[in-house]
Each structure stands twice: as structure tokens, then as C-alpha cells.
């Protein structure tokens, strides 16, 4: 593979560019007209305007990232996450190119892409499911059957879904039926596709995954889990490897259960196998996921893996270089993903120019980002900015560390949810390591939120100058605590 085209923006297209440039790989970035100045793009050996700033205008335009392939003697693709990362159809078009598509095969990613599909596989090769529909559910009177012996409370899920779209939580007999019609429509619409199935309901799971590798000659291995608990409207927002709760045999069966899902549908490259755990520390499996994510940074920061040279390696046909006793978890990483979001008003998206932009730096820390100081967050597209990701030798460590690259971390002209990560940090539960998927709605109100030093200070500031007002007796508008207490509002709402 000497030249591959990363069909990607932001952080991922340049995460994934720096590993193929240090494996001696030409790089060819895509771009829309909104990222012309963007890092990736600059980056890259060569690059292609793909259009107009909307995804469906540029970076999901699968015949025009093909032939620009084609063009560029191009002989590798990488499809990075999001975008056209689990799309069949591209993965099939770029293999009918004669280009290797930097992933799994379009069986595994058709196979999995489909929740009941995937279960079935699951079934077979001995893994740990929650009790439910082995099909689509075809009329309400099957479906009140299967509830009733699985017993309230149930969820309808769609079998196209994931993300929890088209999710339904059922908790008496009597709402089946709104709830399946209300399912069914909204499967429908989202994924063009209205089967669901129904599952037995765990309240409040922790949300466990298992990073896989597997070659092409069959190996499969597991890269440990991702504690990925920290979730807003399925959303993530903070990730761990390891778990704090998982023992040494609970790692090893998950482990094991995940390869076995991989085997099931013949993977190869990196995956992602997530389960559900509940309070008993049982754990269920929800779904695999058939690309890079991007919590990744935590597992290579425990392992030493590069998680893109062995997808490279792999794609090549390269059995893998090392086997599971290999592997060794060393100390615990922290992800947190920062959002271009105002926490302090229900994480309502922002946009505009980072006026101030400076990352944090030292020893065990990694800044994955995609933006530079000056440049625009577009609307257009996912708005995370960046993933701050600390790696030291205790749990402990890494939590200080993370609130000292928070605080290190600066950001102006645009909301963004650092905030909100100091406060999780910080949290009794997120620290003791007692919690679930319900953490954000339980524990978090926007009057839990630290004013961030810079403010603390300039209300110093403003008193100080209150004082010195009052002492002297002097009441100038312009140093008039109402003014200056609305100058220091204006601040705030800009950040
Ligand atoms: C569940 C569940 C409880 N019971 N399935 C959400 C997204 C999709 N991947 C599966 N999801 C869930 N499936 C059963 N049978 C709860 C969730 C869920 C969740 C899962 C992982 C991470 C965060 C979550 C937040 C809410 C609900």
C-alpha cells in the first residue's frame, strides 16, 4: 500500500494520516468547501474538494471519493468513523475499484449493521443475550405473548437501529401496542426500515466495550474494555479503559465472548463488540460496531497498540504480530470528548471562531483535535472539537491529570463542555467508580457547573473595585458595579 485516501475530516483524517506518514504511506485528504483551511487538509500529500459544505454534498459522495481514487492512483481507503465508515455499499465499490478498503469485509459490516442478524451470530457462538425476540415481530398479538413471558419491563428496538434511535421502553402490557406503532414509525422513517424486536429491559446498565483486532488468517484478539457509562442522549462523553469495577475473569470472559462475535462473522481489521452490564455485573451483548471509534486513543494508551498501523497491517493481509498473552493492560487512560456545546444551557450547539485555542501538553497527555486557534467550528457537521485523553499508572493520577490538562486547556469565542468534564471529574460517583448510563440525568443540573478560574478572578476583580468604589464614595459609570458586573455577564455568555 503506498498511497491511501482518508475519507474523513477533523481529528480522525488527521489521527489516522500521522500513523500511515510514519508507515512511509502517501496521504490524500477530502475536503468540503468548509474545511479548505482545515488541519487535515493541509496535512495530506495531496487533496480533493469533494463540494458544498453539507455531508450529502461532499464527504458522503461515494462515486466522487472513488474516482478522484481512481485519478490519484490511490490503493488504499480508510473510511475513518461516522460518514461512510459502516456504509456496505461504499466498502463494496471501493473493492469493485480494485482499492482496499481500509476495514472489515461488506458480509461483516451488512451482518452487523443489522441488530437481529447480528444476534442470531451471537446465539450461535454461546454469547451472553438478554431475553427476547429472536426475529422481527411481526403483529401485536405475537409480540404481548413474548413480553409477557419475557415480563415488564420490555424495549422495542429496531432491528436497522442503534444509537438508540427507534428505542421504546414498554413497562405495562396495556402501552404495548402505542409504543410498537410509535417504534415501528420512527424505524421507519429513520432507517427505512420498520422491523423491530423487543428485549427485556435492564434500568440504568453500565455500557461496556471490547475493543477487537482480527487478521485475515483468523486470529482474533481482544484489546480489553472502554467504560463508556458517561453518556448524554447517547452521546458519549467520557471513556476509561480499564473498567474500575471489572475483575481480572470478568475481563477475560467478555474478552473472549467479543472474539467469538468477531469469529461469528469471519471480522477482520478493528472492532468494537458493546455490551450491556447490569448491577449484578452480568454483562449481555448489545451490538458490534465494525470500525474505528472514537474512544480508541484510550485502548492504545493501555496497550501500546496502534490501533490504525494494525488496521493498515491487516488490510494488507498481515497476520497480526502479536498474540493475546501479549497484551497487557499498563495503568488507566481517561477520554474526554469536548463538545462545541453550552452545558449551562442544555448543551444547545455553538458555532463560531476560536479566538483563544491552546491544548494542554506534558507527559501523559494526548490532545486528538481537528481545529487550530482562529479557525471557524462549522455548523455542518459533528460538533466535537476535540478528545483530551491522559495516561497514568493509577486511576487516581490520571483523574488529576485530567483536571489539570482541563484547566490548562483554553478555549474562547465558542461554548464548549470542558466545564462539564471538570464536573464529572469531580463527581462523587464518577471518582468512587458507582455509576451507569444514568449518571448525566441523575447527577447533573447546569447550577453544578465551576465558574472557570478566569471568571473567579474577574469577580475578584469587580469586588475589589466595588470596594475601592465604596471606600472612596465615588460613583463614575464607569466604574460603576453595575456596569462592570454586566461586563463580566457579557464575558460569560461568551464563552
Ligand atoms: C438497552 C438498554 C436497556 N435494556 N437494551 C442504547 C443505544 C443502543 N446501543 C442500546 N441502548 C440501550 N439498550 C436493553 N435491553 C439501555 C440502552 C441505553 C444505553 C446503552 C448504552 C449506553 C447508554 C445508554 C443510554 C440509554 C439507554
Not at 348 to 358: A, C, E, Q
Not at 408 to 427: A, C, P, Q
Request: glycine share 8%.
Amino acid at each position: 500500500m503506498k498511497k491511501v485516501l482518508v475519507a474523513n475530516r477533523g481529528e480522525i483524517a488527521l489521527r489516522i494520516m500521522r500513523s500511515l506518514k510514519e508507515m512511509g504511506i502517501k496521504t490524500v485528504a477530502v475536503y468540503s468547501e468548509a474545511d479548505r483551511k482545515a488541519p487535515h487538509v493541509r496535512f495530506a500529500d495531496e487533496a480533493v474538494l469533494l463540494g458544498p459544505p453539507p455531508s450529502s454534498e461532499s464527504y458522503l459522495l461515494i462515486d466522487k471519493i472513488i474516482e478522484a481514487s481512481k485519478k490519484l492512483g490511490v490503493d488504499g481507503i480508510h473510511p475513518g468513523y461516522g460518514f461512510l465508515s459502516e456504509n456496505g455499499i461504499f466498502a463494496e465499490k471501493v473493492k469493485e475499484a480494485g482499492i482496499t478498503f481500509i476495514g472489515p469485509s461488506v458480509k461483516a459490516i451488512e451482518m452487523m449493521g443489522n441488530k437481529l442478524a447480528a444476534k442470531k451470530a451471537a446465539l450461535e457462538y454461546d454469547v451472553p443475550m438478554l431475553p427476547g425476540t429472536p426475529d422481527a415481530i411481526k403483529d401485536k398479538k405475537e409480540a404481548e405473548k413474548i413480553a409477557a413471558k419475557i415480563g415488564f419491563p420490555v424495549l422495542i428496538k429496531a432491528a436497522a437501529g442503534g444509537g438508540g434511535k427507534g428505542m421504546r421502553v414498554v413497562q405495562k402490557a396495556e402501552e404495548l401496542s402505542e409504543q410498537m406503532d410509535r417504534a415501528v414509525s420512527e424505524a421507519q422513517a429513520s432507517f427505512g426500515d420498520g422491523s423491530v424486536f423487543l428485549e427485556k429491559y435492564v434500568a440504568a446498565p453500565k455500557h461496556i466495550e471490547i475493543q477487537v483486532l482480527s487478521d485475515s488468517h483468523g486470529n482474533h484478539l481482544y484489546l480489553f474494555e472502554r467504560e463508556c457509562s458517561i453518556q448524554r442522549r447517547h452521546q458519549k462523553v467520557v471513556e476509561e479503559a480499564p473498567s474500575a469495577i471489572l475483575t481480572p475473569e470478568k475481563r477475560k470472559q467478555m474478552g473472549e465472548a467479543a472474539t467469538r462475535i468477531a469469529r461469528a462473522c469471519e471480522y477482520t481489521g478493528a472492532g468494537t463488540v458493546e455490551f450491556l452490564m447490569d448491577e449484578n455485573q452480568d454483562f449481555f451483548f448489545l451490538e458490534m460496531n465494525t470500525r474505528l471509534q472514537v474512544e480508541h486513543p484510550v485502548t492504545e494508551m493501555i496497550t501500546g497498540v496502534d490501533l490504525v498501523k494494525e488496521q493498515v497491517r491487516i488490510a494488507r493481509g498481515e497476520k497480526l504480530s502479536f498474540m493475546q498473552d501479549d497484551l497487557k493492560i499498563t495503568g488507566h487512560a481517561i477520554e474526554l470528548r469536548i463538545y462545541a456545546e453550552d452545558p449551562s444551557n442544555n448543551f444547545l450547539p455553538d458555532i463560531g471562531k476560536l479566538h483563544t485555542y491552546r491544548t494542554p501538553d506534558g507527559p501523559g497527555i494526548r490532545v486528538d483535535s481537528g481545529y487550530e486557534e482562529g479557525m471557524d467550528i462549522p455548523v455542518y457537521y459533528d460538533p466535537m472539537i476535540a478528545k483530551l485523553s491522559v495516561h497514568a499508572n493509577t486511576r487516581e493520577e490520571a483523574l488529576a491529570k485530567m483536571l489539570r490538562a482541563i484547566d490548562d486547556y483554553k478555549i474562547e469565542g465558542v461554548r464548549n463542555t470542558l466545564s462539564f468534564g471538570k464536573f464529572v471529574m469531580k463527581h462523587e460517583a464518577f471518582i468512587s467508580g458507582k455509576f451507569d448510563t444514568g449518571f448525566v440525568p441523575k447527577y447533573f443540573t447546569a447550577d453544578k457547573l465551576e465558574e472557570s478560574i478566569e471568571d473567579g478572578m474577574l469577580a475578584a476583580a469587580i469586588l475589589s473595585a466595588h470596594i475601592k468604589n465604596i471606600s472612596k464614595s465615588s460613583s463614575s459609570s464607569k466604574n460603576n458595579v453595575a456596569t462592570q458586573s454586566s461586563a463580566w455577564s457579557k464575558r460569560r455568555e461568551k464563552r
